[in-house]
């Protein structure tokens, strides 16, 4: 049984739910960017979104991994006719992603999460992984962490290794002594997997573990998480 030395963790769908976070923060910016520009934008259904996403990606491929400068080009696609000069759009643009960004970070935590992270950060490092944009010290969370990697500080999503190495690298703690913790079977599971780090998947919704026929130490409320490391790691 390896000793747990460090514990990383995702962030969207592990922490907090990511969905309801982000049609909110999406329905609040667009009111916002049509208050100010005083127009009503099309802004398409969802499929459209994702048409624009995939072609802005294409164009530019580090879009992938950069969400802030994604979301940026989507701002500027909706609004740039609106704007006389470059100056004033790049303005807009700046000041329309800061509002988004405030939004994107008003989380409703799931239950138990902060109690849970303030008694291991007790006995462990912790780390944070995350594909995504939400940053811990906006989270006000930051002192029970010892790190915190994005996409775009390893220029990588998960189920890649950069996130994991980065981990390595920062905590000088080796993958046999690592746990990581999260929601998404491909991206945390089998990507930290892949390395021989240990895993814990936070299964919400009961899903059924179909990727191999060895499937994951798997909870679904924070309150057992600490219980189930003792039983699992002895710690
Ligand atoms: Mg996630």
Redesign the pocket.
Known sequence: MPEIKLITF?????FWD?KSTIINAEINSRKWIEDKIKKKIEWGTFDDFLEIRNELIKENPSLDYDLGLLRKKMISYHTQKYFKNQKDLDEFIEEAYMFFLEERHKVEFFDDVIPVLEKLSLNYKLGVL???NADIKKLGIDHMFDFSVSSMDVKSNKPDQGHFIRAKELSQINFHNTLHV???PV??VCGARELGINVMW?NLNNLVWDIDENPPIQFKKWSDFVNLLEENYGN
């Open positions: 995702d962030l969207d769908d592990t990511i995350t594909n995504g999260g929601d998404h991206n945390d936070f």
